[in-house]
């Protein structure tokens, strides 16, 4: 039997605390939804608002208000307000840095 004692000590030091892992899990479970990734993927490129988000989408406002409010709530999105028109907006740039690097990811090694 091997003495994994040192090498687990130096893990337990580097392994943040459960409360931040369950937040990480989290975090990466929004991702877990291909509606919310084409949403997320649209705002991209520009701010926009339901209706435009629905007709992109070809799905109902009713679907995709649903998951910009699931989007919103772990800080992905956020919105402003323009008269009655609320356009939503990537939250900052860290989600765009993490849908890239996931992306980047699933398509290492093929051809472009």
Known sequence: MHDHSKVLEEVKKGMPEEKKLCRLAEL???????????????LFESELCVCAISELLQMTQSAISHQ?????????????????????????????????????????????
């Open 28 to 42: 990466f479970k929004l991702f877990g939804d291909g509606t919310r990734m084409k949403i997320l993927y649209s």
């Open 68 to 112: 910009l409010k699931i989007l919103r709530d772990g800080n992905l999105i956020a919105n402003r307000r323009e008269g009655k028109t609320v356009y939503y907006f990537l939250a900052d740039d860290h989600v765009r840095t993490i849908i890239g690097q996931g992306y980047e990811h699933i398509t290492e090694g093929e051809e472009k």
